[in-house]
């Protein structure tokens, strides 16, 4: 990841500071930073999103596709992930030097998703055995700040909120072959229910305590990470600590409860924020990255 | 030219345009906080974001290192969801490595390289949506970006892509008419002098038609150098405003 260098006497400012409950921008440990959703910027796609989290800006671009099944669960569609951290966000990413840091990522959302309660997925499939939807979920890394799983999950989030499945017929030609048909019409489409999909909250160990949405200062001052994800009911789809430091198991039990904490209190403003963006339909003004 | 038509009988093209007639460019400079100089270019459908860092120390090999001038360093990258159907890698095929040194050779033409010896100018530019003209919206993104930066150039660089049917010049083709199999000529202009930084044609032309194709494309260029300039002028007044001068 794109780091910062600090100085001793900065990361004992920062850990005093967190040790009160008040950070380096004037937050508490529990806070996130300004988040800005947008979704619908990217017409090529079936759904899209941008969010930017401080100086963090992420832009995730979902298609659908038509595709085999997996041999071992024919009746259901599956979901592909991949990011690019581009050059855009630093130059230590230009040509293969972000694949390292986009490999660990799609890893971790594979695993995020891997529970079969995220997203429906008998509802992406076709035709038992022979077609599904195949949901291919690419996310742009465009400027790095700390905190990337975090603006990542709610993307993704946003953008499978807002993706448009068109509805498939299929229809039998004369020697008995079955063909698939998809709608004309750009308005007869298939949502995604996004309701249990789950969001990924970063807590950093900075000293005894620890914080949410670390920024790039603070993630050199912490030893470990710990990162859940968590659905809109409190349920954990998954855990992992990264980083170089050891944690003892009372932090990460901890880190644990704040983490379903935060995480359960995100997703209401989101979805409430989403179907608000909705509503307004057409008369929506598109922003994207003009003003 | 079997199937789509490309110029209509009344004059328009697919998307409505006159033959002449480009299509509608916004752009905005200084989108990312982060990087020294940055740009975010639409036009018309096509979406770009340029990134302009440096001028700094040469990174990596120290044999790139030029005693008198700036080494420039380009990289074109599409993101996978830019295009109709799904792109596989963002970058590293031939069609990005060769996009990569165009756009290097263009502005090793219009940047004043030799004000910063021994360092390093990163340009990198992503597609973000793809309709045609992908490297005439990345150069002017890109011009916008190196703006930003505060990095010096000659003049502007302006780019445009022209096309000929039916003995009329098409001025800012869109993907349906690059990939209609007629002629594509792509000029990089820096319009003050009226130099040409890159020019690049695909497919047949017969000679007598070039000079026709020529000018219709450095008109077009000059048209896009006005709105980019109009870009920088508002940019900076509203950043002077901000800034209380």
Redesign the interface.
């Known amino acids: 990841m794109a780091t910062v260098q600090v100085s001793e006497a900065e990361k004992l400012y920062v850990l005093h500071g967190v040790r009160d409950d008040l950070r380096v921008d004037g937050r508490s440990c529990e806070d996130y930073r300004h988040m800005e959703i947008e979704t619908d910027v990217v017409s090529n796609t079936d759904g899209s999103a941008k969010v930017t989290l401080g100086h963090t800006n992420v832009l995730v671009g979902i298609k659908a596709e038509i595709g085999k099944p997996k041999p071992m669960v024919p009746d259901e569609g599956y979901l592909e992930f991949f990011v690019d951290c581009s050059a855009n966000a630093t130059p230590e990413f230009e040509g293969r030097g972000g694949e390292g840091l986009g490999i660990e990522l799609s890893n971790t959302l594979y695993k995020v998703f891997s529970n079969k309660h995220s997203i429906d997925l008998k509802s992406l499939c076709i035709r038992p055995g022979e077609n599904c939807w195949v949901l291919y979920v690419d996310v742009l890394l465009l400027q790095c700040d700390g905190n990337l799983f975090d603006a990542i999950s709610v993307a993704i989030k946003a953008a499978l909120f807002n993706t448009k499945i068109p509805r498939v017929h299929i229809s039998e030609d004369e020697d008995g072959g079955k063909e698939i048909e998809l709608s004309d019409d750009p308005y007869d489409c298939v949502r995604v229910n996004v309701e249990n999909v789950p969001c990924i909250v970063t807590l950093c160990k900075i000293g005894h305590r620890h914080v949410v949405d670390a920024t790039l200062q603070e993630k050199a001052c912490s030893v470990a990470s710990l990162l859940i994800s968590v659905t809109h009911r409190g349920t954990v789809t998954c855990v992992r600590k990264v980083g170089g430091g050891s944690l003892d198991p009372e932090s990460i039990f901890e880190m644990t409860e704040t983490g379903k904490r935060v995480g359960k209190a995100l997703h209401t403003p989101l979805m409430e924020l989403l179907q608000k963006e909705e509503s307004l339909g057409s008369k929506r003004q598109k922003v994207g990255f003009l003003g | 030219m079997a199937g789509i038509e490309l110029l209509s009988d009344q004059g328009y093209r697919l998307d409505g345009r006159k033959a002449t007639e480009l299509r509608k460019v916004?752009?905005?400079m200084g989108?990312?906080?982060?990087?020294d100089g940055?740009a975010?270019l639409?036009q018309g459908?096509t979406?770009v974001?340029a990134?302009v860092?440096g001028p700094h120390e040469v990174?990596g090999a120290r044999s790139k290192i030029q005693h008198d001038r700036a080494v420039i360093?380009c990289?074109y990258?599409m993101?996978?969801?830019?295009?109709?159907e799904?792109k596989r890698r963002?970058?590293?095929d031939r069609k990005s490595s060769e996009m990569s040194l165009h756009l290097k050779q263009t502005f090793e033409a219009a940047v004043l390289t030799q004000l910063y010896p021994r360092s390093q100018i990163?340009i990198?530019v992503?597609i973000?949506?793809?309709d045609g003209g992908n490297y005439s919206a990345c150069v002017n993104a890109a011009t916008l970006a190196v703006i930003d930066a505060g990095i010096p150039m000659r003049d502007y660089v302006c780019a445009c892509t022209a096309g000929f049917v039916d003995d009329t010049p098409l001025a800012d083709l869109c993907h349906a008419e690059e990939s209609g199999g007629g002629t594509s000529l792509a000029v990089a202009l820096l319009p003050r002098g009226g130099q040409i930084a890159l020019l690049q044609m695909d497919a047949r032309l017969h000679q007598d038609h070039l000079d026709t194709l020529m000018e219709a494309a450095m008109t077009a260029c000059k048209g896009v150098s006005k709105v980019l300039d109009e870009v920088v002028r508002q940019h900076l007044q509203e950043t002077s405003v901000l800034t209380g001068e």
């Not at chain 2, 993101?79 to 109709?84: D, H, M, V």
């Open positions: 916004q752009a905005q989108v990312f906080g982060q990087a940055s975010y639409e459908n979406k974001l990134v860092y990174r360093n990289q990258s993101a996978t969801f830019s295009t109709a799904r963002p970058h590293g990163d990198y992503k973000l949506q793809s």
